[in-house]
């Protein structure tokens, strides 16, 4: 269930202005178009009031040509603010991937399709950079999806970030990789148990 | 100096792959004035063109963006400039100046939603009329329109080449889906990077015609400060550039700028065909309407629809005799873009009657989903 292997996968991001929601989306795109040498687009929606608005970065990545870029419904939906959220939560499909920064969304009461949650902001703030919860939410996002290769995001965070950061920006990205990889592992040992129990 | 071909895949936008295409084709000239959705490329050929040794100016409005690239052009540079909506309205005029002057440049135009200031952020295909006529009098243009970053590199390096080959401005109609749109863009070594220079003018100083109409192409372009006298002008002249007011100098001057366009159109005219040979119903289709109308055809043969696409790589001048020998062999042309009806008129006239042509058409600020056409396909090929 947790990694995507379909030959065309739609992903939206979300979050708010200067978040660097369109940076996470062209890390994705261009790790799976160039480090995994599959097909991908990027779009994104912003309006003019750029900080602080809602922003979106939609990636399509897929084995064959693209024609049209647009997510209709995403297979994997990433939301970092609460707008983001009760905006594109209603186009879930059941089977789809949802992920989002615990900190930053806090789930309706009657919500019960799974979610894979992780402290992205929180996690940055630790490391000394709270606009590194973009980088946390990538690792994180590879770590749990399967949607591009480890190595790819590793090689395009390195030369997509300012001179200098690089170091603390990977250090973020292995953080959030961790996160995921440690989730993933943890539910495995819940399912397993579950099952014994049966 | 850097490399001016910045050989290598790249993931980016269709607006960077534009101005990428611009220094690979040659440009080191380039005078704008921000405007979402083309801003991205002023920006990157301000970072650029320093590099190349070349010049980038910011200019005060688009009018002098307009005329300050006829001027590069003239001192024998080759030379850019690139805009949306309002601006083009205002570049126009000069637009007219250089097609009268015969003076090669390229125009971008990456289309948003109007009129006026209209939709800044969203996307529209709807100046490809004003592209045709937008500047007064009666003319000839070449407009190319790409469908992917990959394509606006390729077209833009085509767009000098073909401006420096016919001596015109030539217009590059792109979108803002397209020029915001990224995606993997090759770009080649620059030994396989095919341009047209422009041919220097030599032999006799006094004998040299600047505009001189030939059967054999455009005159030599002599650069302005090059020994050879050159006299510009927006009034109608003769070749040797000096204006000549009389309907018999209107009608050489305007016989020459018509049919150096129109007897070399097989030459210019680019389309792409997708599973046209056995269709029934021929999509019409440019841009970024053009990649939603490919899904549509791989959807509507999915369900048993005959549908097939014709891409125009090449709006301007218009594929006349493609269209009219496919509405022979088609039982329906569906044109589809993003304006209420423009090259779908031009689709219309064409087909001379011979198939229905029917127009999917939005009024810009979305694209149109695949859905969308494959539905209008359905209900033709069910009457």
């Keep these: 269930m947790t990694t995507i292997q379909a030959h065309r996968t739609e992903i939206t991001f979300t979050g708010f202005g200067g978040q660097g929601i369109v940076l996470l989306g062209k890390i994705v795109g261009e790790g799976a178009a160039l480090g995994d040498h599959r097909q991908s687009t990027l779009t994104q929606s912003y309006g003019p009031e750029a900080r602080g608005g809602a922003c979106s970065a939609q990636v399509i990545i897929a084995d064959q040509v693209i024609h049209y870029p647009y997510v209709r419904r995403p297979d994997i939906l990433v939301c970092m603010s609460q707008g983001g959220f009760d905006r594109f939560a209603p186009d879930l499909k059941p089977d789809s991937l949802l992920l989002i920064d615990q900190g930053l969304v806090k789930l309706p009461r009657a919500f019960d399709h799974p979610v894979f949650a992780v402290p992205a902001t929180q996690i940055a703030e630790e490391l000394g950079r709270k606009m590194m919860a973009n980088i946390v939410m990538l690792g994180f996002f590879t770590a749990v999806t399967g949607a591009v290769s480890e190595p790819a995001v590793r090689s395009t965070v390195e030369h997509s970030v300012p001179k200098g950061t690089e170091p603390m920006n990977l250090n973020a990205f292995t953080k959030g990789f961790d996160h995921g990889k440690a989730l993933l592992k943890g539910r495995e040992k819940k399912a397993a148990g579950r099952k014994g129990a049966l | 100096m850097k490399p001016a071909v910045w050989t290598g895949d790249h993931f980016f936008t269709g607006d960077i792959a534009c101005a990428e295409g611009a220094l690979a084709a040659g440009c080191r000239f380039f005078a704008g004035y921000p405007i979402t959705p083309a801003t991205e490329i002023a920006e990157h050929m301000a970072t650029r063109l320093p590099e190349v040794g070349g010049t980038y100016i910011q200019m005060e409005d688009e009018i002098a963006s ?80 790409p469908a992917s970053p990959q394509e606006l590199f390729h077209l833009t390096i085509t767009a000098f080449n073909l401006s420096e080959t016919y001596r015109l401005p030539v ?74 007011m009389s309907a018999a100098g209107q009608e050489k001057m305007m016989t020459w700028l018509t049919e150096k366009i129109r007897a070399n159109r097989d030459k210019i005219i680019q389309t792409e065909s997708y599973r046209l040979d056995d269709a029934e119903i021929a999509i019409v289709s440019y841009g970024i309407s053009a990649r939603s109308s490919l899904a549509a055809v791989d959807e509507a043969r999915a369900a048993g629809i005959r549908a097939g696409l014709l891409r125009l790589v090449t709006v301007w001048p218009f594929p006349e005799e493609l269209i009219r020998d496919l509405a022979g062999r088609v039982r329906a042309l569906v044109t589809v873009e993003l304006n209420l009806g423009q090259i779908h008129l031009e689709v219309e006239r064409c087909a001379r009657g011979q198939a229905p042509a029917i127009l999917v058409g939005h009024a810009g600020g979305a694209v149109i989903p695949p859905e969308e056409i494959v539905a209008r396909l359905s209900a033709v090929s069910r009457t």
């Excluded at chain 2, 015969?102 to 952020?121: D, M, Y």
């Excluded at chain 2, 372009?221 to 070749?239: C, F, I, K, P, Q």
């Design chain 2, 66 to 145: 307009m005329a300050a690239i006829l001027g590069a052009s003239c001192a024998g540079v080759k030379s850019m400039t690139a805009t949306s909506g309002p601006g083009f309205s205002l570049m126009m005029e000069n637009l007219g100046l250089g097609i009268c002057t015969e003076t090669p440049c390229v125009v971008v135009n990456v289309q948003r939603a109007g009129p006026s200031t209209g939709l800044p952020t969203l996307g529209a295909q709807a100046d490809m009329m004003q592209a045709r006529w937008g500047s007064h009098g009666h003319y000839e243009i070449i407009a190319l329109a």
């Design chain 2, 171 to 244: 217009l590059v109609m792109a979108d803002e889906v397209v020029g915001h749109l990224s995606e993997r863009v090759v770009i080649p070594p620059a030994a396989a990077v095919k341009t047209r220079e422009r041919v220097p003018a030599s032999g006799r100083r006094d004998r040299y015609k600047p505009f001189q109409r030939g059967a054999c192409g455009v005159a030599p372009m002599a650069a302005a400060g090059a020994g050879y006298a050159v006299h510009v002008s927006g009034l109608t002249h003769d070749e040797r550039g000096y204006p000549d």
